[in-house]
């Protein structure tokens, strides 16, 4: 062999070597992606795709945890942290809120929802955890149809707490009612109009506005009424702003079932439009605002004129 063949010998030789290395990364390379697609592992190509996919993913689990409503609950805040027994309203302005306590229920609740849709009136319920717990489908039933959604308890118990029941006893029925409903209430309703027992101070340092009622229908009194003497007790002291008690769970409320379709016509009659207690809040707030806007405050040192 000459010297010339010789020379050539390790270049051959390393040129060789080299190909195959680059043959057997490329097979390497090839056989690790087909191997993660068998196993359905798929890498996003850059930090932004990763960024989209947590995005998706964040999105999806929080729709599996919690339905959202777009119904409005919030209430103004000048109200927050406050005891409301009525709409102060202009004398015209005859608007009306229905709201119903110690739901829900598996009966009188769902018959409410179906003459409340027939009418096409938006009322609120105060719910009570424990009521939450055992009937969710109706608690979502509540909210899919728009009605508002505040807290009456867990238990709705009337006795004396301390701060550590009163918080559990609003704070488990706030959480059991935004899992079920998706909705984050701010309007508390203390069981049986209580406001002595350690609920409503709570409520209130809370920022929960604390709605009482200015009217009742009767239908939870040990004596309950008949249908007409129900009916007659809410047409006979309707007012504009009024918040009218009724209930659909805590018993029986046959009755209550009965009278509110003709409670609601005689309403109708004279002329009262349904709201919530939220828009019935802002309302007010509204006309407040107009009214300082057209009568400011006049200091000591301000004329009137200018």
């Known amino acids: 062999m000459s010297s010339r063949k010789l020379s050539w010998l390790p270049k051959l030789i390393i040129i060789t070597l080299l190909t195959s290395a680059s043959s057997l990364g490329i097979s390497l390379l090839l056989t690790t992606r087909g191997f993660e697609h068998l196993l359905g592992i798929v890498k996003p190509k850059s930090e932004s795709a990763k960024a989209s996919q947590n995005k998706l993913m964040s999105a999806s689990a929080q729709q599996n945890i919690s339905p959202a409503t777009d119904q409005m609950n919030e209430v103004p805040k000048s109200f927050q942290g406050t005891i409301v027994y009525q709409g102060k309203l202009k004398v015209n302005e005859k ?71 009163a918080a559990s006893e609003i704070d488990r029925t706030a959480e059991i009612i935004y899992k079920t409903t998706g909705e984050k209430t701010t309007l508390f309703r203390p069981p049986g109009g209580f406001l002595n027992n350690g609920l409503a101070e709570y409520a209130k340092n809370e920022k929960y506005a604390v709605m009482m009622w200015s009217e009742e229908s009767g239908d939870a009194e040990r004596r309950s009424p008949q249908v007409p003497m129900l009916i007659k007790n809410v047409l006979k002291y309707a007012k504009p702003g009024a918040i009218v008690l009724m209930h659909d769970g805590g018993g029986n409320r046959s009755k209550s079932v009965k009278a509110l379709p003709e409670m609601i016509a005689g309403l109708k009659s004279q002329g009262y439009r349904f709201v919530t207690i939220p828009q019935l809040l802002e309302m007010q707030a509204q006309e407040q605002h107009l009214a300082e806007v057209a009568s400011p405050v006049v200091t000591k040192d301000e004329h009137p004129n200018n």
């Open 95 to 165: 608007v009306i809120a229905l709201t119903f306590d110690d739901g829900p229920g598996p009966k009188n609740t769902t018959q409410i929802l179906e003459i409340l849709k027939k009418n096409d009136i938006k009322a609120t319920f105060f719910m009570i955890g424990e009521m939450v717990k055992y009937f969710p489908q109706i608690a979502k039933q509540v909210a899919a149809d728009g009605h508002v959604i505040g807290n009456h308890t867990w238990h709705h118990w009337y006795r004396r707490m301390d701060v550590a029941t």
